[in-house]
Nanobody
C-alpha cells in the first residue's frame, strides 16, 4: 500500500504562483509513476502532469505547459507541482496519484492509477 498526502493549495490571485507538495509513504519502492490530476466542479478529473520514478521523464497537459513544473525529491518521497501564471480556469481540487507502472506516465489517465491522495483545493480569483 501507498499513502499520499497533498498540501499547498490555497486561494491566490490570477497571475500568482503556488507550489503543491505530495508526500508518499508506505511501499514507495514500488512506485513507477506519480502524477497530478485536477477536478473542477461539474467537470471530469483531468491529468495535469506526471513524472516517472526514478527516471524523471515528465508529461504535461497542453493547458499547463510552460506554466506548471512537476519535480521530484526521491530522498523525501515527495513530488511537487510548481504552478506559475495561474488563471481562473486553474481553479480545481488537485489530487496526487501514484501507480507501479511507469508506462502510465506517458498518457496519464485517472482510471489507471491505483493510489490517490485526498486532494488540495486551489482557488484562483481576484
Amino acid at each position: 500500500q501507498v499513502q499520499l498526502v497533498e498540501s499547498g493549495g490555497e486561494p491566490v490571485q490570477p497571475g500568482g504562483s503556488l507550489r503543491l507538495s505530495c508526500v508518499a509513504s508506505g511501499h514507495t519502492n514500488n512506485i513507477g509513476c506519480m502524477a497530478w490530476f485536477r477536478q473542477a466542479p461539474g467537470k471530469q478529473r483531468e491529468a495535469v502532469a506526471a513524472i516517472s520514478i526514478p527516471g524523471g521523464s515528465k508529461t504535461y497537459a497542453d493547458s499547463v505547459k510552460g506554466r506548471f513544473t512537476i519535480s521530484q525529491d526521491n530522498a523525501e518521497n515527495t513530488v511537487y507541482l510548481q504552478m506559475n501564471s495561474l488563471k481562473s480556469e486553474d481553479t480545481a481540487k488537485y489530487y496526487c496519484a501514484a501507480d507501479r507502472s511507469g508506462g502510465y506516465c506517458y498518457d496519464p489517465r485517472a482510471s489507471d492509477f491505483g493510489y490517490w491522495g485526498q486532494g488540495t483545493q486551489v482557488i484562483v480569483s481576484s
